[in-house]
C-alpha cells in the first residue's frame, strides 16, 4: 500500500464514527423528542445531516476500496457496519489498524527505495 491508499483510509476513519453516531444520536433522538413534544421540525434536518453523512461514508468507502484495492467481502462487511447503530465504532477500530499498517509499508517501501 502506498500513502495514498492510507489516506484513504484515514478520511473514511474520520467520516465512520460520525456516520455511526448519527443514526442512535440524531435520528434516535429526534424521534423521542418528536412524541413527547410539539418539536417536529428537527426530524427533517436531523434525517437530512445522517443521510449526508452516509453518502460520504459510502464514497468513502469505495475510495478505499478502489486504491486499497479490498475484496468484494471486506467493502460489504465494512458497509454493513454503517447500517448497524454504533457499527462504524467497530470498523474505526480496525481501520486504524489498516492504516497504521498501510503508512509502516510505505514508509519501509519508502527506505528500501532509497
Same mark, same amino acid.
Given at each position: 500500500?502506498d +500513502?495514498?491508499? &492510507?489516506?484513504?483510509?484515514? #478520511?473514511?476513519?474520520? +467520516? ?9 444520536a440524531?435520528? +434516535?433522538f =429526534?424521534?423521542? @423528542?418528536?412524541?413527547?413534544? *410539539? +418539536? *417536529?421540525f428537527?426530524?427533517?434536518?436531523? /434525517?437530512?445531516?445522517? /443521510? $449526508? @453523512?452516509?453518502? $460520504?461514508? /459510502?464514497?468513502?468507502? @469505495? *475510495? ?16 454493513? @457496519?454503517?447500517?448497524?447503530?454504533? =457499527? /462504524?465504532?467497530? =470498523? ?5 489498524? %489498516? %492504516? ?7 514508509? &519501509? #517501501? ?5
Open positions: 500500500m +500513502i495514498k491508499t &492510507a489516506s484513504a483510509l484515514h #478520511r473514511l476513519r474520520l +467520516i465512520s464514527v460520525p456516520e455511526a453516531l448519527s443514526f442512535p440524531l435520528l +434516535i =429526534g424521534s423521542v @423528542l418528536s412524541r413527547v413534544s *410539539d +418539536i *417536529d428537527l426530524m427533517m434536518p436531523l /434525517g437530512v445531516l445522517h /443521510g $449526508i @453523512l452516509f453518502v $460520504i461514508y /459510502g464514497v468513502m468507502l @469505495l *475510495d478505499v476500496w478502489v486504491k486499497a484495492k479490498w475484496p468484494f467481502k471486506k467493502v460489504l462487511f465494512f458497509f454493513v @457496519l454503517s447500517l448497524i447503530p454504533f =457499527g /462504524g465504532l467497530y =470498523g474505526d477500530k480496525v481501520l486504524k489498524r %489498516e %492504516e497504521a499498517d498501510s503508512v509502516v509499508a510505505a514508509r &519501509a #517501501r519508502e527506505a528500501a527505495q532509497a
